[in-house]
Every structure is written in structure tokens, then in C-alpha cells.
């Protein structure tokens, strides 16, 4: 039965919400607060063509997103490559990618690198065992590679993508990570050849040919009821009324719009704060490297660590110029967020020419961007508060990276939960009774 539906949010998880919801036949309004689609995976112009604002791949164990491109008709586009990590400890670079690799890096004791070895075997033994969802993984990491490999390798390693609060990451998170980019012997990831603007666009088109409204520019300040139905509030606009609404509106800003719902305080009052991203992006004339990724430790700089994108993207999308973003993943609330753009693109060239001496007169271009809602800062026991995709059942759906746990926050992933919310959507919005599968 056709029914009226908002989706909140124009990235991947609203993007694709609106798309499913479509082909269910529904009249789909999409609101997105921003003047474009894409959300966190949204790019910005340069010389003619766009790059990602914040850097982005495809694993091959994408298998969601993989079957999303493929049905927007994009998979012929799709690029796969071998990848490198180095790892930079005391300015000095190690390759840390192979068995071997890890046997020789020499920053840790014979014993110490063996028994780093014995933490993957035994991620890959437990798997996403409930156990481990009541222990941080700090915690676990430490009983098996010992306090030493802890603070030189693995601390860096957590810091680099949850910035300080990695101390209260569950050990479910970091196995359902280390299983996700084992297997393969050889180290690949992927791409697509317009990138990830090419996608959007895509996206978009289907979207308009399947009859939804896209309105940009248009943030939703409230979610409420209207008698049998629901309805959205946009800033200073009038309320318009929907059937259904599906939210993917990270978990903060969807309690905000919600607060006079009086929905379950187990959603309403779950806290769940957000991880930022600063992240300065280098048009370089010179590699920096040979590694995709590399986190530094030790070793005097302000980032985080680099991502060489044109490791992964052919040059041709950056007009033969190297793509390499600095990032700090950093609180909102924290003083690198709100540095002024000048001074933290100061701070990350310092960072460039002291690492890599002569890689500053190579830059061609900078930029800086920022995103105060990224990575969701899980906390032992999440899984039993992990919020439901039905909130008020036929009318209410919620579809974001709150609901991702214990896999990691990607664009994959996000796939994955709206096809869960889809699934109960189309059962309680049946006119007659489907068990959800
Ligand atoms: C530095 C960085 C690196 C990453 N690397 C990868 C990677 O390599 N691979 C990968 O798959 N993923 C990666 N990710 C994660 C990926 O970007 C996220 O998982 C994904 O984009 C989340 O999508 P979303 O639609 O749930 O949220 P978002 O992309 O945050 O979209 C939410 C949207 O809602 C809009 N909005 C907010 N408030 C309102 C409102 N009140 N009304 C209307 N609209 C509103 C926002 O403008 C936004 O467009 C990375 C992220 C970052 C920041």
C-alpha cells in the first residue's frame, strides 16, 4: 500500500533509505539540511572535476554497498587495487602488512611482535563473540601483546580512529575491525573511477526518476506526531504531515528532533556521543610514500597520520596531482576543532616537511575540512543498548550509525542497516501480517 514517507538525511543511510522505499512504491519527501547530498562521504569541486572532503575506499568485503552500486548501475566502474600500511614510529617508517612484516618490526621485542601475532589468531578464533562486547579493548589487547606493544603499536592504532576516548571501545568493536580486514593475503581496496561524487550523482538520478522529492537546504528541526500519522517541522517553515518518517539523523541530533515524542528512555535517554574529524587535504606534486595508510607515532606531529589517496584512485581525478589527507580524529568540543583553518593547515605543512623533508615545496593546493558527527564512541555493553530500526512501528524508523555496532562505521555498513529497518518497514507497513525474516 503507497503511503507518504520523509526520509531525514541526504548521506548514504538516507540516500539509500529513500531509494528502498521508492521501489516499495511509497511517495518519498528526502529533507537534507545541507545545500548537497552525500553527507559524510560528500565531496568538493577542484580544477573541473571533485574529491572526497574526507578520504574514503570500498573493502571487497563490502558486500552491501557492493550490490547497492551494482543496482544504481555503477559496478562496471569499480576499481580494486593493492593497498600498503607503513607505520611510522619515531619518524622512522616500517611496511606492516605481512607476517613477515610484523617479525621484523623492530621497535618491539622478538616476543612482544609473536605474541602480536597471536591477537589476530585469536580475534579471528572468537569472532564477534558476545563475551566480548563486556570488555574494552584496551583491555583485552593488553592481556595478549603485553603493556609495551600495547602503548607503542596498538594505543596509536585505537587513538587514530576514536582520537582520546579509545579507552572505553569495546574488544567486540576491535574484533568485528580486525576480522573485517583479514583473510586475503594480499592487502586490496576499492574505488570508483568518478568517485564517490559519481555515485551521489547516480543515486540522485534514480531518486528523481523513482518520483522523490529532494529537498535541500532543509533541516528538520522536529519529528511529532499528527493525529494517526507523523509530521516534520523544517527551520522556520510549516509542519508537513507523513505516514511514515524514516530518520538517519546521527543518534544525538535524532533525540533532539524527537524530544516531544516521549519515546522509550532507553532510546530518548541513551547517550551516545559522536567522535569528530579534522582532516587537511594536500594536492601533492610528489608521493609522500608508497603506503595507502600510514599513523605516525612518536614522531613530533600534530596529525594523526596521512592517507595517500592517489595510492588507491588513479592520478587522471586529481589532474596528476597526489591526493594525501592529514586527519585528526577530535571532539567538537576539543581545541583542534576549532582551530582556525589557517593555523591548523600551518600545523599539518609543518607536519609534512618535517616527516617527508622537501614535501612541502611540492604542495600545490590545501584545503580543510571538518565533520563534528563521526565515529559513534561505543562503550562496553553497547550491544544490548543498541537502538531498534522500528521506533514507533509503521510510523517511526530510525536507520544510522548508532546502529552499526559492533561492525565498523562505513558506507557499507549503513547499507546494512537500512536493508534491516527495510525489512520491518515493509512487514509493519504491510495491509496484512509478514513475519520479518
Ligand atoms: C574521515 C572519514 C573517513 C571515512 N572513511 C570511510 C571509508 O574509507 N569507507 C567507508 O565506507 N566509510 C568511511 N567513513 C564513514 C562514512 O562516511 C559513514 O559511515 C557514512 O557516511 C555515514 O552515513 P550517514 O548517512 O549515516 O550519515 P551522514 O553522512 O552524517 O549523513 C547525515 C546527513 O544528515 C544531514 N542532516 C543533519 N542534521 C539534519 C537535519 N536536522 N535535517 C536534515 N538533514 C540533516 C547531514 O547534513 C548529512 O548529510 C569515513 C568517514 C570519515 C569522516
Redesign the pocket.
Known sequence: MTRSAAV???????LASAYRMARLGHRVTL????DFL????TTFPYRGGHLER?????MPTDHALIGFIRDIGLEDDLLWRQTRMGFMYRRQVYPLNTVMDLLRFSPLSLTERLRMGLLGLRARAVGEADSLDDITAADWVRETVGERAFEVLWKPLLSAKIGDHYPALPALWLSSRMNRDKGARIEVKGCLVGGYRSLIDAIERRLREQGVRIRLG????AITRDGEGMAVTPAGDGRERFEVVVS???LT?FQR?TRDLGLDPRLAGLELDYQG?V?GVFLLRRPLSRYYWMPWVDSGATSQGAIEMSNLVPLERSRGLYVTYL?NYTHRDGELFSMPDAELLAAYRHDLESLFPGAGDGIEDQFVFR?P??EPIWTVGYRQLRPPTSVLPGKLYLA??AQVYPRV??????IEVVNEMMRELAAETAPFPVEVG
Open positions: 531525514v538525511g541526504g548521506g548514504i543511510s538516507g529533507f537534507e539540511g545541507e552525500g553527507g559524510l562521504g574526507f578520504y574514503h575506499c570500498i532543509t533541516r528538520i528541526d538517519t539523523l546521527p541530533l528532533a574529524v582532516s586527519v565533520a558527527f563521526v544510522s550509525t562505521n562505513s558506507w557499507n555498513s549503513c
